[in-house]
Each structure stands twice: as structure tokens, then as C-alpha cells.
């Protein structure tokens, strides 16, 4: 029955994946972590992790002068012993030792508290991965005994965060901050976090002007799944205009290493961001190429038949020419440092420290098509540098639109189009009768200021609906709206009637006396 048993309990620990031997002891407050982080742990099992200096703290049920710690890979004593498998601690009441290498134990760091033993240990970096045995004796009697898991060291860095920006006048010193005091919710920072299982210490260093950048929260160890925030701060100097990109790195430098070659078996962890610098007048673009940088528009706003001046600010080490041209543009002038130049190319000599102003005076000759309100039309410029012979090319885009005091109306156009809005079908612009009469209750055959001319005749004149003194024309004074068929010779109006009538009398007048002539015989 007890071999059944014993049978039954080894099975299970093995269906279940867990090692043979668990642990078991007297001796309380059993921990084992890295040095100044929280105890971790896998299926239970504490982490050892090889190459870094941990604590292992126990507290014996009485205090012991002959304390050994045994350490080793699998579920029984390696055969061939050396440090990726087996190591052995001892504390004698005085001494703290390594009794098998001298060199994976800090004694300093050692300290007996009370009941409480801490010793300050580590494996060399090559310390066998997998699960290993923790044994403690005390005066020779095993008091403890449990599995430990043994990982490799390894560092990780997690970067989150934006390229940043910074716009800056040129030849101007001025001190720049990812950080606005002022909307603290608003600034723009970068994070890190350790992802590895080791400590570590960030360094940040940036592949140009170091010196003149800096960040926050840079200094500290890094500890296990820490997150950090940072922000920047640059000393800008006085810069001609230019743009260009500082790449900031961060790398992890592991911490805490038992032995200094234990970096020899880390992959040290970088990260990188991108700062981009805009050196240039507020809202002007930066061109550039070897020996040469172009400040200008990149898009401008203006209306057909204006005249529009663009700058252009110009330095570099290299003297070069300028050539312009145009799409749907008339160029008219050019400027050199206000004094027009007819130079084409315009001929420049560069320094850096000076800014050539060029002024280019262009016209929006062409107009929008037909049904179109703007249209697109380019300013182009080519850049070539005297010495390097380098060519490039940038352009001004313009939206030119339809301009206010162009003439687009038609002057035989009735301003009282048939396009409006007539929802109770009365050919009056509700619109029209809501202005005059608050409401469309009104109908077209009313005549609301009782001047003799309904509403229909008066919104077609389009005359004051709601005024007796402004009413349609009427030169013939006959009530009736000269545009509305009203015709001022009257006799050419009523002559057709007249006739019509009279043709009708004498007919049936001729009937009568035909009629009565009959009878008569």
C-alpha cells in the first residue's frame, strides 16, 4: 500500500511538469532577489538569474555558526563540478565565504539579523539555464531544501515616443524645452522602460552637439519593468539657417554584474529618436543642397491680376546662380538686396553669416477657367553651385482665385431668377415674402398695400410689396404693370376690340332686317 502510494505522488508531480524534489525545511522568511528589486518568480519557482548579484534571505530556528549553502544544476549533485553548475557558501559565525571559486560572494554585503541570514551571492554568467537545487544546512543537519530557476541575463529597453521639433531663428542663442511649464498635459516627451531582467543604467547621448542637449530623468538605475519619462532641453546657438537632424541614443548598461566580463554575455539594448532643427525666419521653408540654403514661401494665397512679391533669403559657402520661371505667372521683376537686378541668373556671392535678400515680383496673369473659382500657377526656382556644379530645383506654389473686382455678372441677367425657393406654389420667393410680410400667408393675387398691383406683380418688379408709393411702372396709368404686357398707345390696344364689336353689330343687325324682310312678303 505505502510503495502504491509513493507510486500514485511521483506520477502526478511528473503529469504535472513539476520537479521531483519540493522544497521542504524548518527555516522561515525564505527569499531569493535581485540585489534592490522585489523577489520574481516562474510557476512558483524563485528566479535566480546568472551573472547578477542577488540576496538570498532565510531565518534559521536558531541562530548557527556553521551556515552552508548549496547551489547546484538539476535534481542531483554534477559529477564535474565548476561554475556552470555547482557552487557552495558558507558562513562560520564570522566569515563569509565562496568555498568553491572566492569570487561569487560579497562578504560586505553579507549580514546576520537576529535569526535572519542574508547572504549576497551570484553565478558566473555561463551558469547553466534550466532548474537547479537549493540546499541549506545548518551544523551539518539539511534544513532546507527547494528548485530554483536559473535564466540567462538579458537586457531590454522600450522606447515610446515622437521625433521632436524645434523651430529657431536664425543667428539667434535661445534656450528650447520639450517641457511647457505652462501646459505641462501638452509637452512632448519620450519614455523608457527596462524590459530585462537585470538592472540597468540608461545613458543618452545624442551623435551631434551633445553638449548643447540634455535629458531629463537620465541619471538612476533602472529597475525591472520601470517606466521613465523624459523631455528634452536644448542650448541653441547662433545658427545661420540651415535644417538638420540630431539622432539621440539611448543604451542600457547593465547593472549590478557580478563579474565585469558578465557583459561579455549581455547584448546590450539602444534605442534611438530623431530631433529635427529648422533654422529659418518665421514661416518660410528651408531648401538646401551642398553650399547653399534658400528661405522662402512654399504657398502662397493671391488673386487674378495681382501682383505678388516673394522673398527669398539666401546664404551658404558656395557663390551660385539663381534662376526663375513661372507656370500661368507673368514674371515681372527681380530684386537684389533691394536694388533690381536684370541679371538672369541671378548671380549671387555667399557667406553664411550674411543673408542675400532676393525679391521676386511675379503677376497672376491667368485666371481660373470657366466654373472654377482658384486655380494652381508655380513659381520655379534652379539652384546651381559655382564650385560643386550641384543643380536643384524647389517651387513656390500659388492658389490664385477669381478676384472681387473682376466683372462676372451679366448686366441683362433678371436679378429675379426663377432659382428660389417656392414652397406653397405661389411663384413667389419665399425668401422674398418672408423679408416683406414675416410669413408666406400671403398669395400672389393679393395686394397687401392696396396700391392696385398684387404681390405677384410687385415681386416680379421687384418694388416694396408692403409700400403704396413703390409699386411696378405704369406710365400709362391703367393699373396694370407696364412689363407686365401694359402698352402705352392706347389706341393700338383698344383698336382690335373696337373693330371685332363693330363686325358683330352690323352682322347681326344685316340678320334682323333679312329676317324681317321675309316675313313681310
Not at 480 to 495: I, M, Q, R
Request: proline share 4%; glycine share 6%.
Amino acid at each position: 500500500m505505502r510503495k502504491t502510494i509513493i507510486v500514485i505522488i511521483l506520477a502526478m508531480m511528473i503529469i504535472g511538469g513539476l520537479p521531483v524534489k519540493p522544497a521542504h525545511g524548518a527555516i522561515d522568511n525564505f527569499e531569493i532577489s535581485l540585489a534592490g528589486e522585489d523577489p520574481r518568480f516562474s510557476g512558483g519557482y524563485p528566479i535566480i538569474v546568472a551573472g547578477i548579484w542577488h540576496n538570498l534571505d532565510f531565518s534559521l530556528p536558531s541562530t548557527s555558526n556553521n551556515v552552508t549553502v548549496f547551489l547546484y544544476e538539476g535534481s542531483a549533485l554534477p559529477t564535474v563540478k565548476n561554475e556552470t553548475n555547482f557552487y557552495q557558501f558558507h558562513y562560520d559565525g564570522s566569515t563569509w565565504e565562496d568555498l568553491e571559486y572566492s569570487d561569487y560572494i560579497s562578504p560586505t554585503n553579507c549580514a546576520l539579523l537576529g535569526s535572519l541570514y542574508s547572504f549576497y551571492i551570484g553565478l558566473h554568467a555561463t551558469a547553466v539555464e534550466g532548474s537547479w537545487t537549493l540546499e541549506i544546512f545548518s551544523n551539518g543537519v539539511e534544513e532546507h531544501s527547494s528548485i530554483v530557476l536559473v535564466e540567462m541575463p538579458r537586457a531590454g529597453i522600450s522606447f515610446s515616443g515622437p521625433s521632436f521639433y524645434f523651430d529657431i531663428e536664425p543667428y539667434q542663442s535661445i534656450s528650447l524645452s520639450t517641457y511647457d511649464p505652462a501646459d505641462s498635459s501638452g509637452s512632448s516627451y519620450f519614455t523608457t522602460s527596462n524590459t530585462g531582467n537585470i538592472p540597468m543604467e540608461f545613458e543618452f547621448t545624442y551623435d551631434i552637439y551633445d553638449n548643447l542637449l540634455s535629458t531629463s530623468n537620465s541619471t538612476g538605475i533602472r529597475h525591472l519593468g520601470e517606466q521613465s519619462r523624459h523631455y528634452i532641453d536644448l542650448q541653441a546657438q547662433a545658427w545661420s539657417p540651415r535644417e538638420f537632424t540630431i539622432k539621440g541614443i539611448i543604451t542600457g548598461e547593465p547593472n549590478m554584474l557580478v563579474t565585469p566580463e558578465t557583459t561579455a554575455y549581455i547584448l546590450s539594448p539602444t534605442a534611438s529618436f530623431n530631433i529635427i532643427l529648422k533654422v529659418a525666419r518665421p514661416d518660410f521653408e528651408i531648401f538646401q543642397m551642398d553650399g547653399l540654403v534658400v528661405q522662402y514661401k512654399s504657398m502662397v494665397m493671391a488673386e487674378h491680376n495681382d501682383e505678388v512679391d516673394l522673398d527669398l533669403y539666401v546664404t551658404g559657402t558656395n557663390d551660385s546662380h539663381l534662376s526663375v520661371s513661372t507656370t500661368d505667372l507673368t514674371l515681372i521683376k527681380i530684386f537684389k538686396n533691394d536694388v533690381e537686378t536684370l541679371e538672369r541668373p541671378v548671380y549671387v556671392s555667399f557667406s553664411e553669416d550674411v543673408e542675400t535678400h532676393l525679391l521676386v515680383t511675379i503677376e497672376c496673369s491667368e485666371s481660373p477657367s470657366e466654373n472654377q473659382v482658384s486655380m494652381m500657377a508655380y513659381v520655379h526656382y534652379k539652384a546651381e553651385t559655382d564650385d560643386t556644379q550641384i543643380v536643384g530645383f524647389f517651387n513656390t506654389s500659388m492658389v490664385v482665385r477669381i478676384s472681387t473686382t473682376d466683372d462676372t455678372t451679366d448686366d441683362t441677367v433678371d436679378d429675379t431668377t426663377d432659382d428660389f425657393d417656392d414652397v406653397d406654389d405661389d411663384d413667389m420667393d419665399d425668401a422674398w415674402e418672408e423679408e416683406y410680410f414675416d410669413d408666406t400667408s400671403q398669395t400672389g393675387s393679393d395686394d397687401f398695400d392696396n396700391d392696385t398691383f398684387d404681390n405677384l406683380e410687385e415681386f416680379e418688379a421687384n418694388t416694396d410689396p408692403t409700400d403704396p408709393d413703390d409699386f411696378p411702372a405704369d406710365d400709362d396709368d391703367d393699373d396694370v404693370a407696364d412689363d407686365e404686357g401694359d402698352n402705352d398707345d392706347e389706341s393700338s390696344e383698344e383698336a382690335p376690340g373696337f373693330e371685332l364689336m363693330t363686325i358683330l353689330v352690323a352682322t347681326i343687325i344685316a340678320f334682323t332686317l333679312i329676317t324681317f324682310s321675309r316675313r313681310r312678303k
